[in-house]
């Protein structure tokens, strides 16, 4: 199985702070990645997929790069509706897995 | 507008079974493969399995945690797809998700979810 390794395991960060989440693949995923926010009790929400294409809805604010096996999530400007868990995902591969998670706190 | 929606959880004893139901609406099933995640108390987010559209074949995939014991469906003609779950553990414990791909050719990128029905596993 493929392992998707996050960091970091969590950030504090001030509004209007840039925060980036970096996530490792243990073998090339090309840029089969996605990158979810998933807020206490709700689904998870789709922001990027294939590495770095901002789902429609998605504040601007949000972008993603990389391939290969190094991914990276970038907040450009952290609001207090950020607060959430992200999620990198890789869709390369049976089976689909995902990273550990990195929660996300406004200080 | 597209939705999922879950039902059929609730507590059953290691050993029993329970079927979960993935009510669609707002798309054309068929065209579609349906996957179903689940995550444990307090953690991070599994892949259980996938049912491809019938376009292809209606192939079932599942992850090895599951593979013998879960059975994935689908009625097109209702608009509902199933997780059928046998021999329970107490580590299926979680809230199951049933999800759908961002479109019928971006590759599997789930933009559609569910709100997620809670199993619990235990005597």
């Known amino acids: 199985d493929i392992q998707m390794t996050q960091s970091p395991y969590s950030v504090s960060a001030s509004v209007g702070d840039r925060v980036t989440i970096t996530c490792r693949a243990s073998q090339d995923i090309s840029n089969w990645l996605a990158w979810y926010q998933q807020k206490p009790g709700k689904a998870p929400i789709l922001l990027i997929y294939?590495?770095?294409i901002l789902q429609t809805g998605v504040p601007s604010r949000f972008s993603g790069s990389g391939s290969g096996t190094d991914f990276t999530l970038t907040i450009s400007s952290l609001q207090p509706e950020d607060l959430a868990v992200y999620y990198c995902h890789q869709a390369n591969t049976f089976p689909y897995t995902f990273g550990q998670g990195t929660k996300v706190e406004i200080k | 507008e597209v939705q999922l929606v879950e039902s059929g959880g609730g507590l059953e004893q290691p050993g029993r079974s329970l079927r979960l139901s993935c009510t669609t609406s707002g798309f054309t099933l068929e065209d579609y493969a349906i996957t179903w995640f689940r995550q444990a108390p307090g953690k991070g987010l599994e892949w259980v399995g996938f049912?491809?559209?019938?376009?292809?074949?209606?192939?079932?995939k599942y992850a090895a945690s599951v593979e013998g014991r879960f059975i994935i469906s689908r009625v097109d003609s209702k608009n509902i797809a199933y997780l059928q779950m046998n021999s329970l553990k107490t580590e299926d414990t979680a809230v199951y998700y049933c999800?759908?791909?961002?479109?019928?050719?971006?590759?599997?990128?789930?933009?559609?979810w569910g709100q997620g029905t809670l199993v619990t596993v235990s005597s």
């Open positions: 049912i491809a559209s019938r376009t292809y074949g209606g192939t079932t």
């Open positions: 999800s759908r791909q961002l479109t019928e050719t971006s590759g599997d990128y789930f933009a559609y």
């Open positions: 294939a590495a770095s």
